[in-house]
């Protein structure tokens, strides 16, 4: 199929690109069937910005931030109905409810199917805050559950937590973000020599229970009668309490603060358990699904980590990793143990992982469904 004879859907986000969200670019540059074109209010300032990225007001000025606030707070814009047109676009994606907010009119106005992707805080947490700000985010998505012409969740548990919103079921799928295969999974991690005991990627804050795998990685090195190293990645307002607690539990952790995605996957075919342990700390808080725990069966690595959302989703209790309850950290300790203490289990299901990956979340798999479900859109 020529380009020319594929039809065209206009990725939407208003900021182009924020760098912590790389699974746009990634989508983007994995579309087959459609022509995938990025569009945006203004350029953001990161790593994944592109010169070719279509973009409305990116030499506007003051006028430019002016409008550029009227189309996210009003939905509306005359130079994005004009875009819209004049590139001839087929459908429209917008990742993030409120994306969807900014764009619905346009769409509904020139008839452009639109598709709305839940991502996580946008239906788990936004919808709960108090006061003004939250009635009034309750009441543009009950517009947007009736304007859009379909949505997609990132895992079971945000379709879900989307339908109870009031989101009607027959317009909601799940749609896995997919993770890039580079073709070097395959040559295998496992024959890496392993350094670290224990890894922890993400960030110090409560939902991704740094403090729990420090706990989890003292009552295991004292089951085991053994150090356990540990390597931790990433930053946040909890960073210096971790330090803290390390040094009172005699955890020997190496703190690697933030690492760019390369160097977050060789030290992930450098450990011998990838440790998580996600967890909701207020009501409606919930963990959509984590990449991070593909990103890691990719290396190899069995997961330890809580049966918490999405990551029931990402992980396999069993067979590619270890799910514990959630907030249990002697249960998260115990399993912790058990993979530690039995190296050739923990390589089979970290195989098991690497292989789950592969067959069920490769982007090309996972894309490929999504312009399915595009062509179901356009053929109502």
Excluded at 65 to 91: Q, T
Excluded at 129 to 158: H, Q, T
Excluded at 276 to 284: E, F
Aim: glycine share 8%; aromatic share 8%; net charge neutral.
């Amino acid at each position: 199929m020529t380009s020319s004879e594929k039809k065209t859907v206009a990725l939407w986000k208003r900021r182009l690109l924020p760098g912590t969200e790389t699974f746009i670019r990634n989508q983007q540059d994995a579309y087959s069937r459609y022509a995938a074109v990025a569009i945006g209010s203004q350029r953001q300032k990161s790593p994944l910005a592109r010169e070719s990225d279509m973009l409305l007001y990116e030499n506007g000025g003051i006028l430019g931030k002016v409008k550029a606030k009227i189309l996210s707070v009003c939905g509306y814009s005359r130079e994005l109905s004009s875009l819209l047109e004049n590139e001839s676009i087929d459908i429209v994606h917008a990742h993030f409810a409120p994306e969807g907010f900014s764009i619905s009119r346009a769409c509904k106005r020139l008839g452009i199917p639109l598709v709305v992707s839940f991502h996580g805080h946008d239906i788990n947490e936004a919808p709960y805050i108090p006061g003004w700000r939250g009635k009034r985010y309750r009441r543009r998505l009950k517009k947007l559950f009736k304007e859009a012409d379909a949505f997609i969740a990132i895992s079971e548990a945000l379709r879900e937590r989307a339908v109870n919103l009031g989101c009607p079921p027959e317009k909601i799928q799940v749609k896995y973000t997919g993770i890039p295969i580079t073709g070097t999974e395959n040559t295998g991690s496992e024959s890496v020599e392993k350094y670290w005991d224990v890894i922890f990627v993400g960030r110090f804050i409560d939902i991704k229970g740094p403090l729990h795998v420090i706990q989890a990685a003292s009552k295991a090195q004292e089951a085991l009668g053994k150090p356990v190293k540990l390597a931790m990645i990433g930053s946040g307002p909890l960073l210096e309490e971790a330090q803290t607690l390390a040094t009172q539990l005699d955890v020997c952790v190496e703190f690697m603060g933030h690492q760019a995605p390369p160097e977050v996957a060789r030290e992930l075919q450098r450990s011998r358990v990838f440790c998580a342990p996600s967890m909701s700390i207020k009501p409606n808080q919930l963990e959509g699904f984590g990449m991070v725990y593909l990103e890691a069966a990719l290396a190899s690595v069995p997961v330890n980590a809580y049966a918490y959302g999405g990551v029931q989703e990402a992980v396999a209790h069993e067979e590619s990793g270890l799910l514990a309850r959630e907030g249990d950290v002697e249960e998260l300790a115990c399993n912790l143990t058990r993979l530690l203490a039995d190296p050739d289990e923990a390589q089979r299901m970290g195989l098991a992982g690497k292989k789950r990956a592969i067959e069920l979340f490769s982007m090309t798999r996972c894309i490929a469904e999504i312009e399915l479900f595009y062509d179901e859109v356009l053929a109502r």
